[in-house]
């Protein structure tokens, strides 16, 4: 099927749907694009945690959100770079580490989070 068909098929969603499939078509592209350039994305991957703007971002982000475990966080972190392809299990790690080195949150033994005052 081309590109003709299906955009003449796309008009006939409805608008929720259009933005569904607009999003689908971003992370399969993005997908498609870090399988062919899995060299860029290491490179990415590497400078993620070390980058003062994201950790402030992730920090922000997460002052309003406030999960409150260990597992909600990381899917938190995970859902704010949703739109960008994604992130790693590792770079999510890394992120939670910085956050924690930083003195942003503290994670107790039973994995709750606690956020300074």
Same mark, same amino acid.
């Given at each position: 099927?081309? &590109?003709?068909?299906? !955009?003449? /098929?796309?008009?006939? #969603?409805? &608008?929720?749907?259009?933005?569904? =499939?607009? /999003?689908?078509?971003? /992370?399969?592209?993005?997908?498609?694009?870090? @399988?062919?350039?899995? @060299?860029? +994305?290491?490179? @990415?991957?590497?400078?993620?945690?070390? %980058?003062?703007? =994201?950790?402030?971002?992730?920090?922000? +982000? #997460?002052?309003? #959100?406030?999960?409150?475990?260990? +597992?909600?966080? #990381?899917? !938190?972190?995970?859902?704010?770079?949703?739109?960008?392809?994604?992130?790693? @299990?590792? %770079? *999510?790690? *890394?992120?939670? !580490?910085?956050?924690?080195?930083?003195?942003?949150?503290?994670?107790?033994?039973?994995?709750?989070?606690?956020?300074? +005052?």
């Amino acid at each position: 099927m081309g &590109y003709e068909k299906i !955009s003449e /098929q796309a008009e006939k #969603l409805n &608008y929720r749907d259009k933005l569904r =499939l607009a /999003q689908l078509l971003i /992370q399969l592209a993005r997908k498609e694009e870090e @399988e062919e350039n899995p @060299e860029k +994305r290491a490179d @990415e991957a590497t400078s993620c945690s070390s %980058d003062p703007d =994201l950790i402030q971002y992730v920090v922000d +982000r #997460l002052n309003k #959100l406030r999960p409150a475990k260990r +597992r909600t966080l #990381l899917n !938190s972190i995970g859902a704010m770079f949703q739109f960008q392809g994604g992130v790693s @299990e590792s %770079d *999510k790690e *890394k992120i939670l !580490s910085e956050l924690l080195d930083n003195g942003h949150i503290s994670i107790t033994e039973n994995n709750c989070v606690q956020y300074p +005052r």
